[in-house]
């Protein structure tokens, strides 16, 4: 993590592309501290970014995708999106609920 007076100013997570996941599992496998399969075997990735004590395993884990589903993003720091949130992967701030 970047930092900036003894702040992180980014944060490291994992994320999904749903659709060219084929569910393979092999994510989980390698990273259950971060990874769980739901029913039909696709990842559910926790919230919250990637440890600096599991970032190799979570490296690995992007590695050997073998659809190449999983990638790692940098995003700023601060409390995650909500779940089921637009943007709560990292592809930017959440949505705004009206």
């Not at 702040?7 to 989980?28: H, K, N, P, Q, S």
């Not at 990735?45 to 990638?71: F, I, M, S, T, Y």
Request: charge should be negative; hydrophobic fraction near 45%.
């Amino acid at each position: 993590m970047a930092a900036i007076a003894g702040r992180a100013t980014t944060r490291t997570e994992l994320v999904v592309d749903r659709i060219a996941c084929d569910g393979f599992g092999m994510c989980a496998e390698l990273l259950p501290e971060l990874i769980e399969l739901d029913d039909w075997g696709y990842p559910i990735v926790a919230a919250g970014g990637v440890p600096d004590d599991l970032l190799d395993h979570a490296r690995r884990a992007v590695k050997v995708c073998p659809v190449l589903a999983l990638r790692l993003a940098h995003v700023p720091a601060g409390p995650p999106p909500e779940r089921g949130v637009a943007g709560w992967h990292g592809n930017g701030p959440p949505a705004v609920r009206r």
